[in-house]
């Protein structure tokens, strides 16, 4: 056959091999001049020029892929989102090679390849979890309402919650943006003029709550990315969008846009880890060990906040004063609040009792705190209570 003739992948096979979406191998081809074939309808890549590629271009920081595989050692994928500042905890894990040291603590003759996937919106690390292309994913909270609908559409689907991440209180973190010297100046003014989001994202389901608070109906403009609703406000493109961090609060350090309800719209802003319940299953010492490192990360940025916004800027490209601004109004921690249950029940449509859905243990969306109770054990964290914090937040113990 030609793939065997030639030497050639297939785009599939070379996605595995990465650990990486169609989306990322789109992109990559696109922006990073990935080498391919095109023959036709189909696609394929060269295996010597694919690893020729990655020696040049360090992937993900990772090793080398092997393009035959190998018995001797367990592939652990994890999807992030650099573009999402609630979800910047993966970056430090990462880049200071927290989840490796945990690996080889835990289990110090087994060798393990950590593969990072960047995705540019949740859903698609969900759509990733789904295919099994990623282990453990982290996303804001309209993606891990979607997989429980999901969850119940494909019943081999199990997601669980395994801790949160990064927190914003009264509708911070997430804020309409209007662009500056916008006559724009109170909500009803919007109705019928343009507004652009991140489609099927946590940001658009706020956009879509908004507008039904102020009674408007016209349709936002969709795009592809966060970085795209920037640029439509930029560019003075659209009359209004619905932006998260750091997007939102670089339009404002650089003069370009304003939040057009400066308190939000009420509510929090969540984001969390998730993963698929077979897969967590059959390798909870993985699970916990990552949970590990994420506790070790929001520890780092707490206490070592200009340190960690160095890594970040590194990792991420944005300005380093920036990310030092939004690193300071973000909560860091991990533990579950019934505060955080009832914003999971407010933006869900199907008005799901989340307090069941933590205890739930056959199907749906379910919480499975005691990965993280091992963990807090594990790095001799005071221990939490099996049922959710009461309350808001915690002053007294961060996680």
């Known amino acids: ?52 590629w990655i020696q040049l271009h360090g992937i993900a920081n990772m090793q080398r892929p092997s393009l035959s595989g190998s018995l001797n050692e367990k592939i652990v994928t994890i999807g992030y989102q650099s573009g999402a500042a609630l979800l910047w905890s993966p970056l430090i894990i990462k880049q200071l090679g927290f989840f490796e040291e945990e690996l080889l603590r835990m289990s110090p003759s087994i060798r393990y390849q950590v593969r990072w996937v960047n995705a540019p919106n949740g859903m698609e690390l969900v759509e990733e979890l789904l295919a099994g292309r990623v282990h453990i994913a982290s996303v804001g909270d309209y993606p891990i309402i ?22 914003t209180s009264s509708g911070g973190g997430i804020s309409l943006v209007v662009p500056t010297g916008s006559k724009v100046d109170h909500p009803e003014a919007l109705s019928s003029l ?22 408007l109906h016209s349709e936002p403009i969709i795009h592809r990315g966060m970085g795209d609703c920037l640029n439509t406000i930029l560019e003075g493109q659209v009359d209004a969008s619905m932006l998260w961090e750091p997007y939102l609060s670089w339009v404002q350090s650089i003069g370009a846009g304003t939040p057009l309800l400066p308190e939000g719209i009420g509510g929090d802003y969540l984001t969390g880890l998730m993963t698929d319940g077979k897969w967590s299953r059959e390798n909870e010492p993985i699970v916990i060990a990552y949970l590990k490192a994420h506790l070790r990360a929001h520890e780092f940025i707490r206490n070592e906040r200009d340190r960690a916004a160095e890594l970040i800027h590194q990792a991420s490209g944005f300005p380093l004063l920036l990310v030092h601004l939004v690193l300071s109004k973000i909560r860091w921690d991990a533990s579950i609040y019934s505060r955080d249950l009832q914003t999971l029940n407010r933006f869900d449509e199907e008005n799901t009792n989340w307090l069941s859905a933590y205890k739930r243990d056959s199907s749906g969306l379910e919480f499975r705190k005691q990965f993280l109770q091992e963990a807090v054990e594990a790095l001799s964290l005071p221990i939490l209570p099996d049922s959710p914090l009461p309350g808001d937040w915690s002053t007294d113990h961060l996680y």
């Open 146 to 167: 979607a997989s429980r609908a999901l969850s119940n559409l494909l019943p081999g689907f199990q997601p669980q919650v395994i801790a949160f991440d990064g927190k």
């Open 1 to 52: 056959m030609l793939n065997e003739s030639f030497n050639l992948l297939s785009l599939q096979e070379a996605m595995d091999i990465l650990g990486i979406s169609r989306a990322t191998i789109d992109r990559w081809r696109k922006d990073k001049q990935l080498p391919h074939i095109k023959i036709g309808k189909e696609v394929w890549i060269d295996k010597q020029q694919l690893q020729n």
């Open 194 to 215: 343009s507004v652009s989001t991140v489609g099927n994202s946590s940001s658009s389901y706020r956009l879509k709550e908004w507008m039904n608070t102020f009674g």
